[in-house]
């Protein structure tokens, strides 16, 4: 990735014509890396902030979507609302009807969040 800066034979040529304003400044501003002209716009840039970002509220969205599909079945099966049963795998059992309950609210949860 190469930085791109302005063409700094326009920038004289404004200058020798009497551009207007200063022209130190102006042709300082140009040069400078962290100037706007000279960013990089290629939007595939590594942001880890913003990964990090992603991650977060994807996990949020996912526990909570859990967590409301745990008072579903808290109100139709009458299955308990611990926190073990969202963050462990105690009451994920195959051969039980209730690890089938279980089994179907995590598996709801991942094809919506």
Known sequence: MAIQR???????????NGGGGNNNTDRARDLSPISPRSTNTNNSQFNPRLILSQIISL????YLV??????INHVLFAT????????????????????????????MSSLIG
Do not use: E
């Open 59 to 62: 996990q949020s969205f996912h």
């Open 6 to 16: 302005p063409n700094i034979a326009n920038n004289n040529s404004l200058a020798s």
């Open 80 to 107: 308990s609302i611990t926190i073990d049963r969202i963050f462990t795998t105690k009451y994920l059992d195959v051969w039980s009807a209730y690890g089938w309950i279980d089994n179907a609210a995590v598996l």
């Open 66 to 71: 859990l967590g409301i599909i745990f008072q």
